[in-house]
């Protein structure tokens, strides 16, 4: 079974240029979480995508925005780059069960630097 | 508020040594979800186990234990007799059922080297 894919693995961005990386989910798993991580910040959560709608949102501001296809598949985008954009961004999939919380599981990350 | 505090920021043991990660968490939920992550250097977030906070059993898997404390709230993860393949940045992590079970909060990661 194929884990979850990421695209690109790497990324050089200009600043003020815009970005979008690509996810696609575990088959089978419909739910899509979008993560940072900074050296400074730690592991962020960004957003979550369920049937193609935002389910949750973390505290990040409207530059950052998501979408995901009926197919399951999910992109991020990043409009106005910033130097402190330069991050690992991860994208995790799991399995909605019924009534029970399902382990997310991580691509390999899209490293993003802004110069 | 929710918060996972991971105290050791980096550890060092020599090979076969066991080595214990501690975690600890705050929350206000009663539903609630605690994990463990492994991150080798290729960055990809490995997942290792998961509780629910109505399920106290420690657990044991191969070389890699956890013991689930609520009255202490913590999740310490313990490998027993190192090896230099466990030399990755190790992640404890919450989510609640409130704010989304989706939503995964992070401790600041644990790194462990593993001296041959």
């Given amino acids: ?115 | 508020a929710q918060k996972v505090t991971q105290a050791q920021t980096e550890i060092s043991v020599v090979e076969k040594e066991d080595v214990t990660l501690d975690c600890v968490y705050e929350t206000r939920d009663t539903t609630y979800y605690l994990f463990w992550y492994k991150q080798p250097p290729s960055g990809e977030l490995v997942f290792l186990i998961r509780r629910n906070s109505f399920d106290e059993q420690n657990e044991i898997s191969g070389r890699y234990s956890w013991n689930f404390q609520k009255s202490t709230s913590s999740f310490n993860f313990t490998i027993t007799a190192s090896q230099v393949v466990d030399s990755a940045v190790y992640f404890c992590a919450l989510s609640e059922a409130s704010t989304g079970a989706n939503n995964l909060f992070f401790g600041t990661g644990t790194r462990l080297t593993v001296i041959p």
Wanted: charged share 15%; hydrophobic share 30%.
């Fill in chain 1, 1 to 115: 079974k194929a884990g979850v894919t990421q695209t690109p693995r790497y990324l050089i961005k200009t600043r003020g240029q815009q970005v979008t990386l690509s996810c696609s989910p575990i088959s089978g798993h419909r739910s899509v979480s979008w993560y940072q991580q900074t050296p400074g910040q730690g592991l962020q959560f960004l957003f979550e995508y369920f049937s193609e709608t935002q389910r949750n949102k973390g505290n990040f501001p409207g530059r950052f925005s998501g979408r995901q296809f009926s197919n399951s598949r999910s992109e991020m985008n990043v409009s106005t780059l910033e130097l402190g954009d330069s991050a690992l961004y991860l994208c995790a999939s799991s399995l909605m069960r019924q009534g029970a919380m399902a382990e997310a599981f991580f691509g390999q990350g899209t490293r993003l630097t802004v110069v």
